[in-house]
């Protein structure tokens, strides 16, 4: 997974509010297409926006992302010019459509100094030091899937719905039977049925569903007292996800994170 330290929040469109960690070396950046959610893309619910947009393309000699326009029709613009690629800077504007998105620092801290006390005798005292105090900022929790092992390993998406569903490949012209799901993950796996695992918003947490088909295995890993229990779950069994609960289906290993974010 990628530690680049930057994020996009979407200032305008429809989509406004929604906040994406750039956390791939490639991003790409499209029209959502029903419920479903990709990793390694940035989803905007817009019919203004392409179905591909643009890509973001990570460039380990300057620790920046390379934003390269993807549409034929409908421009990219980054600080309201027109551009087909260009090398972005936090604080950069991306507008797509009706979108806006701003690029930000995930880690961003801000400091204000305290006026400097004026000596009585200037000679006769030694200088003055402002110390810095750093500005507490507003924080909303947010969580966040990570891919531990499997296909998609090192990638990580948010949860911004009370019910998701993940599973392996699906069909975007036969869409599911039972849409129970605000959120789908569809990740690259054919041997395992499309949206068969269930997490569902749980009081300050997420609760697993397991997937009713008999054949699919999961499992949970929980550490504990120094030990780590591992349980294989019956189809359809739920169970309350703790702190650092790692998850299994099939050839999978994931985990739901929480983080504080700035607002």
């Known amino acids: ?29 499209g029209r959502a297409t029903g419920s479903v959610r990709q990793v390694g893309w940035v989803h905007l619910r817009d019919e203004t926006v392409s179905g591909l947009q643009a890509d973001l393309i990570w460039q380990p000699e300057t620790q920046k992302f390379l934003l390269v326009n993807r549409s034929s029709t409908n421009p990219t613009k980054v600080n309201e010019a027109e551009v087909e690629q260009v090398e972005l800077q936090p604080g950069d504007q991306i507008r797509m459509g009706r979108c806006l998105l701003d690029l930000q620092e995930t880690d961003r801290r801000f400091v204000t100094r305290k006026p400097q006390a004026q000596p009585m005798a200037a000679a006769a005292l030694e200088p003055v030091v402002a110390p810095v105090t750093e500005v507490a900022l507003p924080t909303v929790t947010r969580f966040f899937l990570e891919f531990l092992e499997g296909t998609n390993a090192g990638q990580r998406l948010p949860l911004d719905s009370q019910r998701t569903a993940v599973g392996g490949a699906y069909d975007p012209t036969q869409p599911p039977a039972d849409d129970w799901f605000d959120q789908g993950v569809a990740l690259g796996d054919a041997t395992l049925p499309p949206f068969c695992l269930a997490l569902v918003r749980h009081e300050q947490g997420f609760a697993m569903l397991a997937p009713r088909e008999a054949d699919v295995l999961a499992g949970l890993e ?42």
């Not at 997974?1 to 790409?28: F, W, Y």
């Not at 019956?234 to 929480?258: A, I, K, N, T, W």
């Open 222 to 263: 929980r550490e504990e007292d120094d030990l780590i229990w591992v349980a294989q779950l019956g189809p359809g069994q739920s169970v309350v996800l703790e702190p650092d609960d790692q998850m299994r289906l099939g050839h999978h290993r994931l985990r739901v994170l929480r983080r504080e974010v700035r607002a």
């Open 1 to 29: 997974m990628l530690n680049s330290g930057l994020q996009m929040k979407v200032t305008e469109g429809s989509a406004r509010g929604s906040i994406h960690p750039l956390d791939c070396e490639r991003i790409s950046i």
